[in-house]
């Protein structure tokens, strides 16, 4: 099942059913009028809203129409926590060496993870106004986990079975402030923005055998300015979606509608490229001797599409967008 | 004007005005159901809410019914966004001596800052449920401010007008986890569950002479099993929350509702006590030269209340509850 939101002025917008093969939709409002609601209402709503996909995919309904991703907001734009992992210990520790950090204590063993805004998520086409090109802008191409409400001390097993819905995500960063942010041991704020999602959030069984082991197990192809910039798959993931989750419910239950970040997707073959600027800086400083690429400027675009194995699309839709200049 | 929110079952609760004695309440749900629609649209409903809160105390409406704190949950039960500073240097500056971690750079001159759970905030009677007695379950008492919106990259002055009411804070913490997680550079997670409040939120005209500054110039007095445990002042913030709040908006706007809160209040003077246990505990080794004092255990409470300087109780009401054992 694929669902998006659709912008309409009110901050959860309105919940929308999209075809398998992105081209048409239907409103569900009838059955939950947001996705933040059908979320805290699953049980109820799911078989409905499956109901709905499975008609509008065989072109039964009279008031389906043409789906267009730009006038969609994230699927969630706010939720109740964002929680954003770096589960990829490759890019983990290619940023120890970015930013000339000391290394992250039990980080092979331990999840590392940050909370995040979520109170006001980008749609995928949303312009991204930051204050400042000093600030080192950068994306980060990732995927996450949208959860059903988790009690407090699950363990990972139980925890993989709160996964209702996969998201594609570009976790904003400015990179100038995230050095010193560590240092302080209280962890990220000004260096990061909120983040911006594809168009669709679908249930996993969209990906047929590419979720597996509680990890998505797609390529991410990035593009900055219409040029690829990486493509790495988040078969590589260290831990598992089900490991996170425990992770951040150990102390903690999480309410439906929680959003958990994968950190940026990375993979060791340099030929997969990268999914954000800064693993790309430190590996030209390690395998060129020199960084020979900066970050974003205001009027770049980044593109981020999953794709399959076997070459098709990801479920997910595309997030394309560009940085401008902050008002004020 | 004194605003509250009783448990209804729904996840805003419904607002009701208190009055200036804490002794009555009225239903303020004709005007907004709940204090987060109020504060979206606050100039809208400043008035009415004023207009029924001084006929309230004025013994005028039919309808006021007995204020009971136990039934009250949090002020605001979730909020967009929770962010949680370390505004009192000298609590931070014993916290690296109690934890043994590096100093944290320019901490004197650019807020630290986290942020935390927001969708689940506890109420001032709630049992607090806690997985383990090992984790160091400890209290910190501290003010906070709730915000209009505000918009990116405000001004310390901008900032200080988008300050609505004030609330008193318990954020709860897991010492154990802690240093770990602050060495990670990833910042509090495990080691912050959902934060407690006292009843009542307060337009700042409600402290009088006692909001000055940017800050909440009331002590805050702390009792551990029932036992006086320190009534640190808020006069001695070294950041003002006009200051906290433009760091916070530094590279992101905020929502209408976001609770910005100062870190746990810390005097320099040791007769002041202190407003958790961990900084104690780094007192007990720094003047006695060991560590006399251990974390709660299930079933011991923590009373908050602030006072003005003239012994007056202050006009959050009261924070009194019990650590217990989570289920599971």
Chains 1, 2 share one sequence.
């Not at 590392?112 to 979520?118: L, N």
């Amino acid at each position: 099942m694929k669902l998006a939101t659709l912008k309409n002025g009110d901050l959860d917008g309105r919940l929308i059913v999209v075809s398998t093969d992105l081209r048409h939709a239907v409103d569900a409002s009838p059955i939950a009028p947001t996705l933040l609601l059908a979320l805290q209402q699953w049980r109820e709503v799911e078989a409905p809203l499956n109901t709905l996909y499975q008609r509008l995919n065989r072109g039964e309904l009279s008031n389906a129409f043409a789906f267009d991703p730009g006038q969609c907001g994230a699927p969630l734009p706010r939720s109740p926590q964002w929680l954003d992992a770096s589960a990829f210990l490759n890019h983990g520790h290619l940023m120890e060496r970015a930013f000339n950090t000391d290394p992250i204590p039990d980080f092979d063993t331990i999840p590392v993870m940050y909370q995040g805004a979520s109170d006001d998520f980008y749609g995928p086409h949303d312009d991204i106004p930051m204050p400042s090109e000093l600030d080192g802008i950068d994306f980060e191409g990732e995927f996450g986990v949208v959860l059903d409400s988790v009690p407090m001390s699950v363990t990972s097993e139980g925890a993989l079975k709160r996964v209702r819905l996969l998201v594609q995500i570009n976790d904003w960063s400015l990179r100038a402030l995230g050095p010193r942010e560590m240092k302080t041991g209280f962890g990220f704020l000004q260096a990061k923005p909120s983040s911006s999602f594809a168009p669709v959030a679908v249930t996993p069984d969209e990906l047929g055998d590419a979720w597996a082991d509680g990890r998505v197990k797609l390529s991410l192809h990035v593009e900055w300015n219409g040029e690829r910039f990486g493509s790495p798959n988040g078969r590589e993931m260290n831990f598992s979606f089900g490991e996170l989750i425990a992770h951040a419910a150990r102390t903690r239950k999480l309410s439906a509608g929680t959003v958990l970040g994968s950190g940026t997707v990375s993979n060791e073959s340099r030929a997969a490229g990268s999914a954000c600027i800064a693993e790309r800086r430190v590996i030209e400083k390690l395998d060129l001797g020199e960084i020979r690429t900066g970050f974003m400027k205001f009027g770049d675009s980044v593109r981020m599409q999953a794709k399959f194995d076997d070459g098709r699309d990801g479920p997910f839709g595309v997030i394309d967008q560009r940085v401008v200049k902050a008002n004020g």
